[in-house]
């Protein structure tokens, strides 16, 4: 297969322009074509609406603002030539047949006879678009389903077409994977493939048992959402984010290409859908669908699917949801939840039940495996388990028991499953310490070795089958083989404490004298949301200033431990790496991070500053104190890691992991590439800092803020607070000093605002809701 230097995206809207978008992301210039629209001076508005779509949307398309200059706008009236100096085109116009073969004709005269074509739909044959095409197209064309939005979602759903080169299959599935960062999955050329198959049947239930059961919108959001593993989003919701007037089209479509499923009547929409769709209610777009903001306060106000009246959103409650919503651990949660017999329980009851059955019904029609069906509605939909997965959760013996017991007809290999003495879905097969799993082919009634995936370390899969080195209740030490120590965190949202504290003191130790190399990484939501806010005030309202000051003194010694250390140590942060979290990561040698980064020194959102450290590291990097200050002053959260690089949280030499699944191997990577002549680091004694020079520079900026109104009273002792350390406290002028220095003034100001009333106000608003308070 042709490198893949330069694409083309055929089609800017939603879709393709923020496929573009993320090509772009990845360093791969992009040229975006669209029609040229009637009445347009410039005959690249399309194109250029998508790109600058794609770089206003929220949650961002793009990396960075810089990314945009990737790509280049187009039209397909004058730019069809620029083609033949692409190496893959990807077709994402209208779902209409003809016209999406007539452009592929025009492609097809220009492309080069290696480049790779392929087309994002979901809803057309992939034998009906290539049909009559050359030889050549034919070969190198197939489906790359990507999920909107692309940066986001794992899934690209990648298809075959019937004579498609197998090299160009696993060239593309391997560029998916390494370079745009997708779980990718191979489904055949069946009608919405496999997410949006499975994923539409869930959806249909859901709207389904909605008003069989009268649930109003609210209710079923409440129960479809974090509660079950599910995104916040839940479904009415997701519907108002995706656009009804595409939901119905998909459900339409489907309907009308699965004519011999025996559940197609639930593709058809609901009435209360299609009067939504008469009056253009179609979410967001529209500025109202099942939800609308109202009011200067932009009030949420749901609306009523009987009589299509809003009113405010109403916070749900069920008895069985408020009690299950104590139990942290999923699987018991959901577990519980199935056994109740309120609202609640039969309403999930009734859909996991019925999406079992229909998932179980899809083998082999659209996968020979359970394991793609349950991958794709993990990546693509976002689900915290897919549906085998889900059922092993609950109980594949009990469940299926239960569903008999209802008079279901269970399908025949499920029959033969449970009749083979099966105990689940999914099932341990570890062998000499290395971790194997192995999952129930439908189709032969017995296991199979699930293969290897090179390059994806799964943490909770080497504990299983090795255990682990040490461990305490919120982290462990890894063998990650090959002389390389893993320390992970494991409290909830892998807040910071003395249980991760001590064993980072420990992680060096062992890792000095048994490895030859340590990664600092975990594979919950979050690195770290940074360190333990309820004790922190919990022992500021006590007065216990000798506890405070050790615990945050013992934290700063753990990461100069980190920095200092005789082996190389690689942090590989993702997902947020807030305030405690983003300091671990600032002492390490070296950082290997997800794309997907947002890393801050956030502290002064809940009255304090940084106290591990990331005042001193970012005034030693950085050097000029008004930088530091408006990163750490403003709470400045990057976007991805790239934009960390570009606030100056993330070294320029930090390695990028575009997939996450494969960070963990990449830090690894990085630590070995390390060893050989790695040279540990000294405390350094020479950071310049500016001295009272630079803070009465501050305080004038402050000043003038909190004159204008801009901040108030205590944000400005928070300012001076933070300035004070920035520029080397009571300094006459410009000067040397050490870290130690540093760290002993971030202590000091940290202490003096933990007991500040006002602080406290801030520290216990944010526990309560989540939000900074501005007192």
Request: with cysteine; proline share 5%; aromatic share 8%.
């Amino acid at each position: 297969m042709r490198t893949i230097r330069r694409v083309a995206v055929l089609g800017a809207g939603t879709m393709g322009s923020r496929i573009a978008a993320h090509f772009a992301n990845t360093g791969i210039p992009a040229l975006l074509l669209d029609i040229v629209v009637p009445n347009q001076p410039n005959r690249n508005a399309a194109a250029l609406k998508g790109i600058d779509t794609a770089a206003k949307a929220r949650p961002g398309g793009m990396f960075t603002d810089e990314v945009a200059q990737l790509i280049t706008p187009g039209n397909l009236e004058n730019d069809i030539p620029k083609l033949a100096n692409c190496d893959w085109i990807i077709e994402a116009v209208t779902e209409n047949l003809e016209i999406k073969r007539n452009l592929w004709r025009q492609v097809e005269a220009v492309r080069q006879p290696d480049s790779i074509v392929s087309t994002n739909t979901s809803g057309i044959p992939l034998a009906q678009i290539s049909e009559g095409f050359s030889e050549s197209f034919r070969k190198h064309f197939l489906g790359t389903h990507f999920f909107n939005p692309p940066r986001y979602l794992h899934l690209a759903e990648v298809i075959p077409g019937a004579d498609t080169d197998a090299d160009i299959l696993a060239g593309v599935s391997a560029f998916c994977d390494r370079k745009l960062g997708k779980g990718v999955v191979l489904c055949k050329d069946t009608p919405n493939f496999i997410a949006n198959r499975i994923g539409s049947f869930y959806g249909a239930t859901v709207y389904k048992l909605t008003t069989e059961q009268n649930y109003s919108i609210e209710e079923v959001d409440a129960l479809t959402g974090s509660l079950i593993g599910l995104p916040n989003s839940a479904s009415f919701r997701l519907i108002d984010i995706v656009g009804l007037d595409i939901w119905v089209h998909v459900s339409n479509n489907l309907y009308h290409a699965v004519p011999n499923d025996p559940w197609r009547e639930r593709f058809l929409p609901p009435a209360f859908m299609e009067e939504m769709m008469k009056r253009k209610w179609l979410g967001d777009k529209t500025g109202q669908g099942f939800y609308q903001r109202v009011g200067p306060k932009k009030e949420i106000h749901a609306i009523d699917r009987t009589t299509f009246e809003y009113h405010p959103a109403v916070k749900v409650k069920f008895p069985s949801t408020e009690q299950a919503k104590q139990i942290e651990d999923l699987p018991k949660r959901l577990q519980y939840l199935v056994s109740q017999d309120d609202r609640a329980g039969k309403f999930l009851w009734s859909l996991f039940s019925d999406t079992f059955l229909y998932c179980a019904e899809r083998i082999p029609e659209v996968s020979d495996r359970i394991v793609e069906i349950d991958r794709a509605m993990k990546w693509g939909y976002a689900h915290t388990y897919g549906p085998f997965q889900l059922w092993d959760a609950l109980g594949f013996e009990q469940t299926a028991r239960r569903m008999e017991s209802e008079g279901r007809a269970l399908p025949p290999s499920v029959v033969k499953m449970l009749s083979s003495g099966a105990k689940s879905f999914y099932q341990a097969a570890d062998a000499g310490g290395i971790p194997k799993t192995e999952y129930f082919d439908l189709g032969k009634s017995s296991y199979a070795t699930l293969e290897e995936r090179p390059g994806i370390t799964v943490l909770s899969d080497l504990k299983r089958a090795r255990g682990v080195v040490k461990q305490n209740v919120g982290s462990s030490l890894i063998d990650l083989g090959d002389g390389v120590l893993c320390l992970e965190f494991h409290s909830k949202m892998n807040a910071l404490g003395e249980d991760q504290f001590g064993m980072m003191f420990t992680a060096v130790e062992e890792a000095t004298k048994n490895y030859q190399a340590l990664v600092v990484a975990n594979q919950g939501e979050n690195f770290s949301v940074g360190a333990n806010l309820v004790m922190a005030l919990l022992t500021a309202q006590d007065g216990d200033w000798d506890l405070l000051n050790m615990g945050i003194n013992r934290f700063q010694q753990a990461n100069m431990a980190l920095k200092t250390a005789a082996i190389p140590v690689v942090v590989a942060p993702h997902g947020r790496a807030l305030g405690g979290g983003c300091e671990i990561a600032l002492h390490a040698a070296k950082v290997q991070a997800s794309a997907e980064l947002y890393m801050g020194l956030v502290e002064v959102g809940v009255g304090l500053i940084p106290g591990g450290g990331g005042c001193k590291e970012l005034i030693a990097r950085l050097k000029d104190p008004r930088k530091v200050f408006e990163v750490i002053g403003y709470a400045k959260v990057s976007s991805s890691a790239d934009d960390a690089k570009k606030l100056g949280l993330l070294d320029k030499s930090a390695g990028i992991s575009m997939n996450q699944e494969r960070l963990i191997a990449d830090a690894k990577e990085a630590a070995l590439a390390m060893v050989g002549g790695f040279r540990p680091a000294v405390p350094r004694t020479d950071i310049k800092v500016a001295g009272k020079p630079g803070m009465a520079l501050l305080k004038i900026g402050l000043w003038t803020a909190q004159q204008g109104g801009y901040i108030s009273a205590h944000d400005g002792l928070i300012g001076e607070k933070l300035g004070y350390v920035l520029t080397g406290g009571k300094l006459s002028g410009e000067s040397l000093v050490s870290e130690q220095y540093l760290l002993d003034l971030e202590r000091e100001a940290f202490l003096s605002l933990c007991g500040h009333p006002k602080t406290q106000e801030r520290m216990a608003f944010m526990l309560k809701t989540g939000k900074p308070l501005r007192n």
